[in-house]
């Protein structure tokens, strides 16, 4: 859906399919003007994403192929580039212009030659320990400003070792050679990358061996400009760092939608039969157990998977149930439509039940003519060409920028079963009468705490995704709900929510600043998994009680319309707050009508502070 | 003359996507002194692109040279003349 004026993400896929896999820079490069010359007003916000690039060598070159890509995925770059070669200074300075352009994702390109320059620079007997320290040392102290300056999130790429090694066949018994200053620089990089939420390690030496090392690096360019990475890497590189963008900007793909026919199993299933589909483990077959096992890895990461199959429904069931060599099961499934309606329409069904954006849904299916009259209907789902050759499937869908998935809580793991559990409620929902009789049957028990170590990675989540139940949709990072926790400027609170039929684990924030004349609530949200019953009243009722209890009267708040947020216009006014003249919305707490649902089992609660397991949560 | 044309043609191509004009504006009179657009790491990614393009290396000599729409047809020219 485009606003009259505005640009939409098609319209920049438009401009991106002008290049195709393969051509050189030059196609990129006119490519990337062409995308100078859409006026910048008619950009939306939601399409745009902050992305620095700070680098040992020239990138200047890569700036176009980056931004094709991401236009290819729907994604507007306004990007920063670190003057050559300051890496080091422009993290360490806040006073940096990588500072001030305040990115979502900084990626750090380093290649080799830096450690290979430093090695020189020592006397022998040459040793990898100082090498690596001389290097990472300085490093990570600019990460850690960066980090507590709310980075946004890092990325930084493994040292590759840049040329084919002189050093010998017997170099692997030895310390002292380059190619083990690499792999130790490499496992320290690694250790300590992991160690921290906000920072990724970026897999060079896996997109150099695919792309090839003797096309990966241009050494005529690397010799005269100090551009290393060839037509051929930069495209590759750039794709993969699409994945980070568009994951960083909540813009990852949800759940996965497929067909079956020719994309699960080889065949159609009406035509040859349960015993007649290619899948198994020999060819013809063999391509497609292993297709159905990479979209399990895909699923294991929190990415739902459905289907839209035109097949008849009771057939295809009995194929998922009963076939030997199906990997994708009932319980995989987080829902599926199996029959001849018209796949847009079902498509649009299915993210009514998951209640998942249309933009956030990506379709795998193997007709062209599908594909097409799918993309038509539905301009913001993403519909991409699949391979013609099925045995392509398995390698061609790890390379689908937004499949990326950055931060796996537990909740993600759990959220095909979720999902099932809420088929189960839905059925239970249409045999009740009232909405009463409804929450009253559920058992729904909530859990209030205040944020600690083990509920942090979620609590961050929660705040960069939800856009529905969200009063005033202020996205905080890590770096930044830490400090104001640790000041006692915020008190954050969380709500996990269970039910009789499964837990929905930790589904509600909200954020509040304590003062004397009255606790105002900065951030509230729930996630749409339990919008509906009610458990928004309690986490407020819980708020007001902790008020009272610090001799406060009065809770204010706001409602910021983000046009995404309707779900959440009535909430204030419908529990007892008025505005006041500025948009303030205010209740008092002698007031009456602010009560605990009956129907909601408080568990767990301890008042702030006298919890024995509140690590962080003063 | 169908080589020589096709020649010109391609690089008056790759002057306008790397340098962001007009494929018209291009011709005889068309070098770097005058155009804006042709920075050093233009001039960079212009001589990789050729080399690319049309599987020759060039000197740094040559590269010095390579400044104008008609030096960059000569150029080739030769590079592709002592090649048959």
């Given at each position: 859906m485009s606003l009259e004026g505005q640009v939409d993400s098609a319209a920049l896929e438009r401009l991106a399919s002008a290049v195709q896999p393969g051509q050189p820079w030059s196609a990129y490069q006119a490519a990337a003007r062409a995308l100078d010359r859409i006026p910048r007003e008619t950009i939306p916000d939601r399409l745009r994403a902050r992305v620095a690039i700070l680098g040992s060598?020239?990138?200047?070159?890569f700036l176009p192929v980056l931004r094709v890509e991401a236009a290819r995925a729907g994604l507007w770059l306004d990007t920063y580039l670190a003057p050559y070669g300051l890496y080091l200074s422009e993290l360490l300075d806040p006073g940096s212009g990588l500072y001030q352009f305040r990115p979502i994702v900084t990626f750090l390109a380093i290649d080799g030659d830096v450690l290979w320059n430093q090695r020189w620079a020592e006397t022998p007997p040459l040793k990898s320990e100082p090498v690596v320290g001389g290097l990472l040392t300085p490093l990570f102290a600019g990460l850690d400003a960066f980090e507590r300056a709310g980075s946004g999130i890092v990325v930084m790429n493994d040292f590759v070792?840049?040329?084919?090694?002189?050093?010998?066949?017997?170099?692997?018994?030895?310390?002292?050679t380059f190619a083990h200053t690499i792999a130790h620089a490499n496992k320290h990089l690694r250790l300590r990358l992991s160690l921290r939420d906000q920072t990724f390690l970026f897999p060079l030496a896996d997109v150099v061996g695919q792309v090839g090392r003797t096309h990966a690096f241009n050494w005529r360019t690397h010799y005269r400009g100090h551009l290393t990475w060839s037509d051929a890497l930069m495209a590759a590189i750039a794709e993969r760092y699409v994945g980070f963008a568009l994951a960083a900007m909540g813009k990852a793909t949800k759940c996965i939608v497929l067909d079956l026919?020719?994309?699960?199993?080889?065949?159609?299933l009406g035509e040859e039969g349960p015993t007649g589909i290619a899948l198994g483990p020999h060819w013809p077959g063999s391509e497609f157990v292993d297709f159905q096992r990479e979209l399990l890895n895909l699923q294991r990461q929190g990415i739902l998977l459905a289907l839209c199959s035109k097949n008849n429904e009771s057939e295809a069931l009995a194929v998922l149930r009963d076939h030997p060599s199906m990997l994708i099961r009932e319980p995989q499934l987080a829902a599926f439509r199996i029959n001849w309606e018209d796949k847009a329409s079902n498509i649009r069904s299915l993210a009514g039940e998951l209640n998942i954006g249309l933009d956030h849904m990506l379709l795998l299916d193997d007709s062209p003519h599908e594909r097409a009259w799918v993309k038509d209907q539905i301009p913001e789902l993403r519909v991409p060409d699949l391979p013609p050759d099925p045995s392509m499937y398995a390698h061609w869908v790890?390379?689908?920028?937004?499949?990326?998935?950055l931060q796996q809580t537990a909740e993600d793991l759990q959220r095909t079963q979720q999902y099932q559990e809420s088929r189960t409620r839905e059925t239970y929902r249409t045999s009740i009468d009232s909405l009463e009789d409804f929450l009253r049957g559920l058992g729904l028990r909530v859990h209030i705490g205040l944020v600690d170590e083990g509920s942090m990675a979620r609590v961050v989540q929660l705040l960069a995704k939800t856009n529905q139940f969200n009063l005033t949709t202020r996205r905080h990072d890590e770096a930044t709900l830490r400090r104001q926790v640790a000041s006692a400027a915020w008190r954050v609170y969380t709500m996990g929510v269970a039910d009789r039929f499964g837990d929905f684990g930790l589904t509600a924030v909200a954020i509040v600043e304590p003062a004397a004349a009255a606790w105002h609530v900065e951030s509230f949200l729930l996630s749409c998994?339990?919008?509906?019953?009610?458990?928004e009243t309690a986490l407020l009722v819980r708020i007001a009680e902790d008020a009272r209890g610090a001799g406060v009267s009065v809770l204010s708040a706001e409602f910021i319309d983000s046009g995404r947020n309707q779900v959440a216009s009535t909430f204030l006014s419908n529990h007892g707050f008025d505005a006041d003249a500025e948009g303030r919305w205010l209740r008092s707490l002698d007031a009456p009508g602010l009560e605990w649902p009956a129907y909601i089992t408080p568990a767990g609660w301890h008042p702030a502070g006298t919890a024995p397991d509140n690590h962080g949560g003063r | 003359m169908g080589d020589e044309s096709r020649i010109s043609s391609r690089v008056r191509q790759l002057l306008a996507q790397v340098l962001d004009v007009p494929p018209d504006s291009i011709g005889p009179g068309f070098s770097a002194d005058s155009t804006g657009g042709w920075t050093s790491l233009n001039h960079l990614m212009l001589v990789s692109q050729l080399e690319s393009e049309f599987e020759v290396v060039f000197s740094n000599q040559e590269i010095g040279e390579l400044t104008s729409f008609t030096a960059i047809i000569e150029a080739l020219g030769r590079r592709l003349d002592a090649g048959t």
């Open positions: 060598f020239t990138l200047d070159p070792l840049p040329r084919r090694s002189t050093e010998g066949v017997n170099a692997f018994r030895s310390k002292g026919d020719n994309t699960l199993w080889g065949g159609v790890g390379s689908l920028p937004s499949l990326m998935v998994r339990v919008i509906g019953k009610s458990v | -």
